[in-house]
């Protein structure tokens, strides 16, 4: 009996170690999400939409009168947006006033086949669209049926069992929205590939009408787009360029102000178009702020965190005997991370989120770059930035960078990435990344020949 009794107790010991290192191994391979390789989409010279194109673009409403147009001409020169960024076909083609099903589909099709296309051609050999077990794609302005994810599993046969998410409505934030639905799907199962294509779609929401809050839109937003493979394979990891710390999503969509501060609507002449409030501001620094309440402790380290306490019990201190205390976050975020990844949403947008951080001019530079070459291209704009800051170099083995986003609801959705590896690839950048940041401080030639809209005796119009 007792010979019998041993070895079950061996077996059963054996046993209960395999289960353990099972689990153990399966909640390492849950934490687990590599991001293996990211592509942007880059237009045609001839879709390039320089300042002189917008103001031909402007001149064809004609429902602005002489302020509108030198509000829109205003706002072009003073926004930040270079000569090279790239436009929606039927607006080029003079069609913006009467987009068509077929234009959605097309602008559609070509930012997400030519960014999948390329993604698939440089990991062949890694991944085949077969080996895809999760698919999001996210499109704020453009729902179709079939949905955008039936498209591309049609376009690539896909396979049957894949897990398709497609994501409207959710703005400029969307790609971490994305990002953060992979990661949650990934507990749940093991050794899977996952696609991420997030874009936006222009030429059928071009706006047409006369309000100044809406015409923002025209001036700020642009062609473009990005696809990125993610695994959670433990396999992968030395071929992955980064591997993801940590998500956090904050909504502050109960507040009615939050709310409508970031809104697609129609004007009161009936034209559709998207409305920016002055409210817009106040909301993005309310929702980053509760964001950042909860990133910040996971990812800075406890030495900079007990500092920081201290400081903000000196400043309560100091504020009740009446003394004035300086404004910032008090945080030194360089203890923890090391580049800062900021949605190019515009330059107000980099700035004060620069300054609201205690950023350099250099942290920002990627985003302003980004905002300069490409525009403002919703949720598919983290992605340039990223592109920048590896064409340029920077992103070395162990660097963090903080992801931020934010988009209409309204919401803040942040992440941070660790690199593991030395990066250089110039990816989209190849054919400007020498040019920058220089490029960036050349005038707007558009000024000089227009340099009337300047005139303040021609209108009372202040931007």
């Given at each position: 009996m007792e010979l019998f009794s041993l070895p079950s107790l061996f077996l059963i010991s054996t046993l209960l170690v395999l289960y353990i290192s099972k689990y153990v191994l399966n909640k390492r391979n849950q934490r687990n999400c590599f991001m293996l390789h990211y592509e942007c989409y880059k237009g045609k010279d001839e879709r390039k939409l320089d300042t002189e194109t917008c103001a031909k673009i402007v001149q064809r409403n004609k429902n602005l009168g002489l302020e509108e147009y030198r509000f829109l001409l205003r706002t072009m020169v003073s926004s930040g947006i270079g000569e090279e960024t790239y436009g929606p076909r039927n607006v080029l083609e003079g069609r913006e006033a009467s987009p068509t099903l077929l234009d959605a589909h097309s602008e559609m099709d070509e930012i997400m086949f030519d960014t999948l296309d390329k993604l698939f051609h440089k990991t062949k050999g890694?991944?085949?669209?077969?080996?895809?077990?999760?698919?999001?794609?996210?499109?704020?302005?453009?729902?179709?049926?079939?949905?955008?994810?039936?498209?591309?599993?049609?376009?690539?046969?896909?396979?049957?069992?894949?897990?398709s998410y497609n994501l409207s409505g959710l703005g400029c934030s969307a790609s971490v929205i994305s990002i953060d639905i992979v990661q949650r799907i990934f507990e749940a199962r093991e050794n899977s590939f996952a696609l991420v294509v997030s874009t936006e779609t222009m030429g059928p929401h071009w706006y047409c009408g006369k309000d100044r809050s809406m015409m923002l839109s025209n001036c700020l937003f642009r062609a473009g787009g990005s696809s990125v493979l993610l695994t959670n394979a433990p396999r992968f990891k030395n071929q992955a360029l980064m591997k993801l710390v940590t998500a956090v999503r904050a909504h502050v969509g109960s507040d009615d102000e939050a709310y409508s501060c970031c809104i697609q609507m129609e004007d009161k002449d009936g034209h559709p178009g998207f409305l920016l409030t002055k409210y817009l501001q106040k909301a993005a620094a309310r929702a980053l702020t509760l964001n950042l309440k909860v990133l910040l402790p996971r990812v800075l380290p406890l030495k900079e965190l007990i500092?920081?306490?201290?400081?903000?019990?000196?400043?309560?201190?100091?504020?009740?005997?009446?003394?004035?205390?300086?404004?910032?976050?008090?945080?030194?975020?360089?203890?923890?991370?090391?580049?800062?990844?900021?949605?190019?949403?515009?330059?107000?947008?980099i700035e004060g989120v620069g300054k609201s951080l205690g950023l350099t001019e250099f942290d920002i530079e990627p985003a302003r770059m980004a905002l300069h070459r490409f525009g403002n291209t919703s949720s598919g704009g983290l992605w340039y930035v990223l592109g920048y800051m590896e064409a340029k170099k920077r992103l070395k083995k162990g660097d963090k960078i903080l992801m931020m986003s934010m988009g209409a609801g309204f919401e803040s959705n942040n992440c941070v990435w660790k690199v593991l590896k030395d990066l250089d690839d110039?990816?989209?950048?190849?054919?400007?990344?020498?040019?920058?940041?220089?490029?960036?401080?050349?005038?707007?030639?558009?000024?000089?020949?227009?340099?009337?809209?300047?005139?303040?005796t021609m209108s009372f119009v202040r931007v």
């Open positions: 890694l991944v085949s669209p077969s080996d895809i077990d999760i698919l999001v794609v996210n499109v704020s302005l453009f729902a179709p049926s079939p949905s955008l994810t039936s498209r591309v599993i049609n376009r690539y046969k896909m396979r049957e069992d894949i897990k500092r920081y306490a201290i400081v903000r019990a000196f400043k309560r201190i100091t504020t009740t005997k009446g003394e004035s205390t300086s404004s910032g976050i008090d945080l030194d975020l360089k203890t923890g991370l090391d580049h800062f990844c900021i949605h190019p949403g515009g330059r107000a947008i110039k990816n989209v950048w190849e054919d400007s990344i020498d040019r920058y940041p220089e490029m960036s401080k050349i005038p707007n030639p558009f000024l000089e020949k227009y340099n009337w809209i300047n005139d303040d």
